[in-house]
């Protein structure tokens, strides 16, 4: 647990409680006339020279958002939200057209150099040892799409990765250099008319990532997007399509935080993957956008639709998330599985503090033969949070022999604190076999004094409890963001125990 | 100076008082012996030494090398050289023993302005403990006290204290559980350790540890209060007696 001392260490030195990403970054910035309509969703796609099909396609999940009301049977609760009253695009003003990242606006270069994201092609992220037998990390890379707002800044490692064949770039840049890919697919997984935030997405979405990897690749790095906001009143808006051609293999990493703001932040995205025969797709989410003050003020609604179509026989796609930020997350990252003998895998840390409200879990749809799907869910929730647990495990007809394993557990820290498991098991066919194992436990004194007792700190020891009750999930993320996931968690269980 | 010593020591748990003016002196180098029937406070004693919470001290002196107990937080008390065997080791699922010794080891280090050990010096130095006590290699790989045998959380409790090095060592009740086989490693652990500088107390209901043990001094407490000290013969007259003839002493 080297990490988590240092996150003492460091927490000691720079006092209590900080959320190290809050800054903001002062550059002007092209917006959208504030509010929703038909002409914004024009603006949006006119500012991107968006091909007329595409505007029809916005217009049209517009429309459907229209006929819809906002969802309220999650176990979050938040003020009504006036949609006229955001900006839906919002992107830095460039001084000139950018040929190379030595052009981009030096304020936004160090905005990342603060957060720890390297925009340079650098190979190394710092601190970072490389396992026992592992290959050193010198030679580890990682691509990064750095998102700020609206629009993408930044995309290393383009030429490398093109080499291999795979497609690496801003969606809005894959849209006008590969139109038919991006037709073929888009809406695919989460259609215009899906749930009421997956609608607004289509309508406004305005950045993200887009990843094809061609048949039998297998993806020579890591990619990595990093969603950052910073303009006030802006809601982000970010779509991400991932493609897994046959036999292809990809790991992608994103990484979210905003600025420290008394006005709650609307964060509605919507992350598409397809993993076609044998191929195989890693998704890994550490989610830290701001959480509010102490006092509940502020902070992201982070309401999110993310899934995954194994469409292929024996394809693969794995969730990982370790979600801490967020006043509010809404968020079920799915696997539809559809091709025969796929797989769907969900491991989510999800940690409260404070006044947060956590939604979450996944769904798992059994559509082919002899899929199989395991979750292992870890909620911690500690302060005055409220941190839910829900899951849905469906077999339909043709499903047979479906196979799910649900591990749910919550941890408790403190006695204002709140976990809920709610899962939903729906098997229609007799040769499913789904298993639900769930358990609530409370960090105890005795526990915590025993560690005490040894010579630990509270914080090292409740870094300590909680990291081993997580640690299952945390050896599924890729190892570099593994020391940085472990270290965020103890940042945000800072002052937990009174 | 004693190492510990403890004066007219009262202490109340939600309002009601446990122990009602507690007296007892253990200097460098000694083992004393605290026996007495259950719901004589000798649990509660571990405790208040140590610093758990949940207990309110209404009046006395606690002093630990001369300073003062009470101003210190439990881990300061640790780092200071004060380790407690406990009677229920708990479990802490996901945390490898190792790495638990490791870090443990290293606040107390670091609460005492030392430098923590490096990985492989650490290692060698919990492996040769390890090793001494009969534990096998893979039990510091498990989760700490997970799935142990009583006699493995005893054993681990005192891997423990063999290499946190401590200067007073409470043992409550390290005998409980044990059969005669691990009762006779651990005392030959906590044998290894005694030596002129460090001091223990053991606390128990029977005269058998204290045959592998052999303690300077015993004590009976009864309702709160030591209320009869002596030699090892005392441990022995109780095991012929009972703890009755003290109820009214008490």
Request: aromatic share 8%.
């Amino acid at each position: 647990m080297v990490a988590a001392r240092e996150t003492v260490e460091r927490i000691a030195r720079t006092g209590v409680d900080q959320y190290r990403y809050g800054f903001e970054t002062l550059i002007e910035s092209d917006k959208a006339p504030k509010g929703l309509s038909e002409d914004t969703v024009r603006f949006i796609s006119a500012k991107k020279s968006e091909p007329g099909w595409l505007l029809e396609w916005r217009l049209q999940a517009y429309r459907c958002w229209l006929t819809m009301t906002e969802p309220t049977w999650a176990r979050v609760h938040y003020p009504n939200i006036d949609y006229q009253d955001i900006y839906y695009y919002a992107a830095p003003k460039p001084k000139k057209p950018l040929s190379s990242i030595d052009e981009i606006d030096p304020e936004i270069l160090k905005t990342y150099e603060k957060l720890g994201i390297p925009l340079r092609e650098v190979a190394i992220l710092e601190g970072v040892e490389p396992a026992p037998g592992g290959e050193p990390s010198a030679n580890r890379k990682i691509a990064i799409d750095a998102v700020f707002d609206s629009v993408s800044v930044a995309t290393t490692f383009k030429a490398e990765l093109k080499k291999a064949g795979v497609i690496f770039m801003p969606i809005s840049e894959a849209i006008r250099e590969y139109p038919d890919l991006v037709q073929k697919y888009l809406g695919t997984v989460v259609p215009v008319s899906d749930n009421f935030f997956a609608r607004l997405n289509s309508a406004v979405f305005s950045d993200g990532s887009f990843v094809y990897v061609p048949p039998g690749v297998r993806c020579p790095m890591e990619l990595s997007t990093y969603f950052r906001i910073n303009e006030r009143n802006t809601g982000q808006f970010e779509r991400t399509l991932i493609i897994a051609d046959k036999g292809s293999h990809v790991s992608y990493l994103e990484g979210c935080t905003a600025p420290q703001r008394d006005e709650n932040q609307l964060h509605a995205a919507v992350v598409e993957l397809v993993a076609l025969d044998d191929a195989e797709i890693k998704y890994s989410t550490v989610q830290n956008w701001y959480p509010g003050n102490s006092e509940g003020k502020g902070g992201i609604y982070n309401f999110v639709t993310k899934r995954g179509d194994c469409r292929g026989k024996h394809s693969k796609i794995s969730w990982t998330q370790v979600e801490t930020g967020s006043a509010i997350t809404w968020k079920y990252p799915s696997c539809i599985l559809r091709g025969d003998n796929s797989r769907g895998e969900f491991y989510s840390i999800a940690i409260s503090n404070g006044f947060q409200q956590v939604d979450s879990g996944t769904k798992m749809f059994h559509l082919g033969k002899n899929t199989s799907s395991r979750v292992i869910s870890k909620g911690i929730a500690a302060g005055k949070s409220r941190n839910t647990y829900r899951g849905l495990v469906s077999a339909n007809r043709n499903a047979v022999g479906a196979r799910n394993h649900t591990v749910c557990d919550s941890l408790l820290i403190g006695d204002k604190c709140g976990a809920h498991t709610v899962p939903y098991v729906e098997a229609k066919n007799s040769s499913a076999t789904f298993e639900h194992e769930a358990t609530t436990s409370k960090i105890s004194e005795d526990v915590l004094f025993y560690c005490i007792q040894r010579g630990m700190s509270q914080e090292e020891a409740v870094s300590l409890v909680v990291n081993g009750f997580i640690k299952e999930v945390l050896q599924k993320l890729p190892m570099e963001f593994a020391v940085e996931a472990q270290k965020l968690i103890s940042i945000s269980l800072e002052g937990s125990v009174g | 100076m004693p190492l510990l010593e403890v004066r007219n020591l009262h202490v109340c748990v939600e309002g009601r008082e446990i122990l009602h003016g507690l007296d007892l002196t253990v200097n460098a180098g000694k083992v004393h012996a605290i026996m007495g029937p259950n719901g004589s406070g000798k649990s509660t004693l571990s405790h208040v030494i140590t610093g758990k919470p949940g207990y309110q001290i209404t009046a006395g002196r606690l002093l630990f090398k001369g300073e003062d107990l009470l101003a210190m937080r439990p881990d300061q008390r640790a780092a200071k050289g004060l380790f407690l065997a406990f009677q229920y080791p708990v479990e802490i699922p996901g945390v490898t023993t190792m790495n638990f010794l490791r870090t443990a080891l290293n606040a107390q280090r670091k609460a005492r302005g030392q430098s923590g050990y490096s990985t492989p010096h650490f290692l060698k130095k919990a492996r040769t403990a390890a090793k001494q006590l009969n534990i096998p290699q893979s039990m510091l790989k498990r989760g700490v006290n997970v799935g142990f045998s009583g006699g493995e959380k005893k054993r681990n409790e005192i891997l423990q204290m063999a290499l946190f090095e401590p200067d007073l060592c409470i043992l409550d009740e390290i005998d409980s559980g044990l059969d005669i086989d691990a009762l006779r490693i651990v005392a030959d652990g906590i044998n290894a350790m005694r030596s002129p500088d460090r001091s223990m107390i053991m606390i128990t209901h029977y005269q058998r540890l204290l045959n592998y043990v052999v303690p300077d001094v015993v004590h009976v407490m009864s309702k709160g209060r030591v209320v009869k000290s002596g030699d090892k013969q005392l441990a022995l007259e109780l095991e012929a007696s009972g703890y009755a003839q003290f109820e009214d002493a008490a």
